[in-house]
């Protein structure tokens, strides 16, 4: 492949998971049911720079700085599988900038960083990559290359934006079907979601593992997971959109139970204290155990909730529509 001297800058977004996380492993969906997440992209991002080199070294900037000869010597797992993967060997430059905490915080930091950082190397050299191969790519090389504990939905979601329906087939199929809502619905829906930052970072691998572990001991709970991100769709459609609230609030009660580690004393305090001042649903976004919560609160509560917990940070967010894109293509 024939590289461009040109620099250039993708981003790829994080998200927000509503219900049916967990249905997108394959202990689940290749042996119980078809998965179904129901996730939306947010205007927070992971930003990758691309930039020839002046010589044939390698330079990998994240929250340390490698420089080696050969890509077999990257000590970045995501980023060796993404060049070998590209054919790209060499005198190449890479740097990675997060809008917000980019590990163990649940908002799929590390799927959008291989998303943006493959999108960013197909246009290092001249190809454009639509979100299907983005999303393909990115889960063979978490998945079977690395075979990384997780699921499928956050590479989807970071390639796709938007708000979306996501179905997990056994036979590796995946639907992604966008959520339609009046604006009025959306308008509404958006005022009521309160992102509040827990400043508890966990590493996801654990807790998948033990999930993994113990589907075949929770079959109803998932499949009654996977029932409600559809429901979300319909709701959306022709529904209220408070209905959202009481979703969530049945979602995480049944995911709290899926294994240990989802939850804890400190964080069931937090969700509690939540709905008593008013949310109507809500639940720990990503594997469990820290990170982001989401609450739905009417507005006109969503004070009342905040000064409940001074000691989680809120988040403004909006929802990104255009998924992971380029940015900037330099001379």
């Given amino acids: 492949m024939v590289s461009s001297n040109r620099m250039i800058m993708s981003r790829a977004p994080l998200r927000i998971s509503f219900a049916g996380g967990g249905t997108d492993i394959s202990h689940y969906y290749s042996r119980h049911g078809t998965g179904a997440v129901v996730s939306a992209a947010i205007n927070k991002y992971i930003h990758i720079v691309v930039n020839k080199k002046f010589d044939s070294m390698i330079r990998v900037s994240y929250s340390v700085t490698e420089i080696v000869d050969r890509v077999d010597q990257i000590k970045h797992p995501s980023v060796r599988e993404a060049l070998k993967l590209m054919g790209i060997n060499g005198g190449i430059e890479i740097v990675s900038i997060s809008d917000i905490p980019s590990s163990g915080t649940g908002l799929g930091s ?31 090389i978490e998945r079977e290359i690395l075979r990384e504990a997780g699921g499928k939905q956050d590479q989807y979601i970071s390639a796709y934006g938007g708000m979306q329906l996501m179905e997990f087939y056994s036979n590796e199929r995946v639907d992604v079907t966008p959520i339609i809502m009046s ?90 204290t939540a709905m008593k001042n008013g949310a109507m649903g809500g639940k720990i976004i990503g594997a469990g155990g820290g990170g982001f919560m989401l609450f739905y609160v009417p507005a006109e509560k969503r004070e009342k909730v905040i000064r409940a917990l001074p000691e989680l940070i809120v988040t403004d967010f909006n929802i990104d529509y255009q998924g992971s894109r380029i940015v900037m293509v330099g001379d």
């Fill in 183 to 272: 604006e009025d619905f959306r308008k509404r829906m958006s005022e009521n979601l309160l992102l509040m930052y827990t400043g508890k970072q966990r590493p996801s691998t654990q807790i998948h593992n033990a999930q993994k572990g113990n589907v075949v001991n929770r079959i109803e709970h998932y499949r009654k997971m996977a029932d409600l991100a559809r429901k979300i769709q319909t709701v959306c459609t022709s529904g209220n959109p408070d209905e959202i609230g009481s979703i969530l609030h049945e979602n995480w009660l049944l995911k709290r139970d899926l294994s240990e580690g989802i939850s804890d004393p400190v964080i069931d305090g937090w969700y509690d």
């Fill in 110 to 140: 590390s799927s959008a960083f291989l998303v943006g950082l493959l999108n960013a190397l197909h246009a290092y050299v001249g190809e454009y990559a639509s979100p299907r191969t983005l999303s393909e790519e990115a889960v063979k």
